[in-house]
């Protein structure tokens, strides 16, 4: 390598190497860049679920602002946890976490309407579900066999495709102006396309450090854009920055603990689906960056990082944490594989957590702007799970367990007011569609055996059978 590279080839692939300060921070902060969007928002649709206002003069506002904190700060505390270890907890890697999509689909109907009231439950289930995803680290390697591509695809796919309406409602002007003549205007719909557009021209035109932070320099573009014709005021941005203080410490158990059967079933059941996301990222990282397998060991311990980093968030108010699979592309793309990088990320991001300006400046951001990088970003969450699908031998087996799976689970997503006089609890986990559809499909992988006959087969795929992956029918 040239004299002005970060190290040699063997430097690069040893995660205890640390480059030069100079280069070892912005490489840090590239980092947080990567996947500083795609924390806080999940905060962001939790709060505007459970119908926190979005204004600064909002009485909601401080809380809005917490939840935020909370998830930079514990992105940042389970990031550590990986980096640095704790026993045998964490990998040891150069492994980013944040706040996850994927248990959105059970939070969302947990906090619906409630406001502050249905935190509680909220939180009892992060913490319950989070000891027992760090539990998981025990046994990760034995349960793969009944997590498949045809499984995970699916549930991937399922949870992107439980969360476009979000980014929709966004654009067109948030759930709160559902109904209004604002609603979906010309207006709104421009300041998401022009974060769209700035997103994919960054995304595929250039490269580096702008097409790595395209989303977040697509949204600041449509903030700018926004004040360009008023959707916010600078007085608007003046009273949140004056609102918000300039350190505050999290606070344990801010929202109480409630035990609620639903969040905490929903929240252990998706714990396996992060687990095994978790486990395909380590892969990624030890590939890409030092061209190895991930050993037993890195998988466990990144697996207790998570399920323990989503359990301590859980007790001051954060969401669950998942590894970012951004930053693994980012690692294949730099050739970095120092963990001591991603530690000067963490710490970046534990200091932005302590400081809530950060999340009032973040919260000025219009939810139509905000719109038009969740668009971008859920697309990616379905076409991640179309990716993972690809890989599935689309043998008449497979076809059938895909098709029953996705027909309830989707099915239910688009009308759960068909399981409406079930328990209150049995009706939160099936109304949202995914944990009847993993559900589904595990136990079929498990027990339909390798083989269905022809003329079951003909009859439920018409004809689109015993094909492999990713292959079309022939023409007959």
């Not at 690069?12 to 100079?22: E, I, K, S, V």
């Not at 206002?53 to 009485?59: A, T």
């Not at 059978?465 to 292959?471: D, F, I, L, P, T």
Request: some cysteine; charged content about 10%; aromatic content about 8%.
């Amino acid at each position: 390598m040239a004299e002005t590279s970060i190290g040699t080839p063997e430097q690069l692939r040893d995660p205890n190497y640390t480059p030069a300060l100079h280069k070892a921070i912005p490489l840090g902060i590239q980092h947080v860049l990567a996947m500083f969007v795609s924390n806080v928002t999940p905060a962001i649709i939790v709060a505007g679920a459970a119908g926190f206002g979005f204004g600064s003069n909002s009485p909601d506002f401080p809380e809005l602002l917490y939840l935020i904190q909370m998830s930079m700060l514990f992105a940042g505390v389970a990031t550590l946890l990986q980096t640095i270890t704790l026993g045998p907890v964490g990998a040891a890697l150069p492994i980013v976490q944040g706040t996850s999509f994927a248990f959105l689909p059970i939070m969302i109907p947990l906090v619906a309407g409630k406001g502050v009231d249905g935190l509680a439950a909220l939180f009892g289930g992060v913490i319950v579900g989070g000891v027992f995803h760090a539990c998981l680290g025990a046994v990760i390697g034995k349960i793969r066999f009944a997590l498949p591509p045809l499984v995970t695809g699916l549930v991937v796919t399922m949870i992107g495709l439980a969360l476009v309406k979000v980014g929709i409602q966004y654009a067109a002007g948030g759930v709160p102006a559902i109904g209004t003549p604002e609603y979906g205007s010309m207006l709104n719909w421009s300041a998401a396309m022009v974060v769209v557009v700035v997103t994919l021209g960054l995304k595929f035109f250039t490269r580096g450090m702008l097409s790595v932070s395209a989303v977040l320099i697509g949204l600041v573009v449509g903030y700018v854009y926004a004040l360009m014709v008023g959707m916010v005021t600078f007085e608007a941005i003046g009273t949140s920055w004056s609102r918000a203080s300039a350190f505050a410490l999290p606070v344990p158990f801010k929202y109480g603990f409630e035990f609620s059967f639903a969040a905490v079933i929903g929240f252990c059941l998706m714990a396996f689906v992060s687990a095994i996301e978790t486990v395909g990222d380590v892969s990624g990282v030890t590939k890409g960056g030092a061209g190895r397998e991930a050993t037993d060991d890195e998988i466990s311990g990144a697996t207790y990082a998570d399920g323990f980093g989503s359990a301590l968030a859980g007790v001051f108010g954060g969401l669950p944490n998942t590894s970012f699979s951004q930053n693994v592309g980012l690692i294949a793309m730099t050739g970095v594989m120092s963990r001591h990088v991603v530690t000067i990320g963490a710490l970046f991001l534990i200091l932005c957590g302590l400081v809530p300006k950060v999340g009032a400046i973040i919260r000025t951001v219009p939810i139509e702007v905000l719109g038009g990088g969740v668009i971008v970003m859920f697309g990616m969450v379905v076409a991640a799970g179309v990716s993972m699908l690809s890989d599935v031998d689309w043998n008449r087996r497979n076809m059938v367990i895909f098709a029953i799976s996705l027909s309830i689970g989707f099915g239910l997503q688009l009308e759960p007011d068909a399981v409406q006089h079930l328990p209150d609890t049995l009706g939160i986990l099936m109304k949202s569609g995914l944990l009847p559809a993993a559900l589904i499909a595990i136990v079929l992988n498990l027990v339909l055996p390798d083989e269905l006959s022809d003329e079951a087969t003909e009859e439920v795929s018409g004809g689109l059978s015993g094909h492999g992956a990713g292959s079309l029918p022939k023409e007959h």
